[in-house]
């Protein structure tokens, strides 16, 4: 639910997303920033709570080895993200669909991905590892 904005840059033909890099729980990524240039500026070197969305999902690991030391948001090569957590519940849309929250102990934050979105329906409890690209963070402005 925390993240530093480290850096801001304008990308000029949008007014509401913006390039920079995030610390989340000391691990620092690339991420589009969502809000006006001016309101992501007051929020420069300060935490700030935040939601989170992956442009593309590539890979999608379950059923890994409980460990909650390697849970976090990652950068990896190639812009690539890695975000490890634990299933933590689900939430039925239809009988086709559901949204789970996996939560993230380093960091206590939560991701919420859909059974579209993974092509799986992972169980409550277990370890999933995803790896996407264009990490979105949506800072809380109050």
């Known amino acids: 639910m925390v993240v530093t ?4 840059y304008c ?7 913006h390039f920079g890099t995030v610390t989340h729980n000391g691990n620092r990524c690339d991420a589009v920033l969502i809000g006006s240039f001016e309101r992501l500026q007051q929020l420069l070197h300060a935490d700030a709570t935040a939601e989170y969305e992956l442009n593309e999902i590539l890979a999608v690991s379950v059923n ?3 460990d909650d030391t390697a849970s976090g948001i990652f950068a990896l090569a190639d812009g690539q993200v890695a975000i490890d957590g634990t299933v933590h519940n689900e939430t039925k849309i239809d009988d086709n669909v559901s949204l789970f929250d996996v939560y993230i102990q380093n960091g206590a934050d939560f991701f919420t ?3 579209e979105d993974v092509q799986l329906r992972p169980e409550i409890g277990t370890r999933i590892r995803i790896v996407g690209k264009g990490l979105h963070v949506y800072p809380t402005f109050t």
């Open 113 to 115: 991905v859909s059974t």
């Open 11 to 17: 990308m000029d033909d949008c007014d509401d997303r």
């Open 64 to 66: 890994l080895p409980k």
């Open 5 to 8: 904005i480290n850096t801001l």
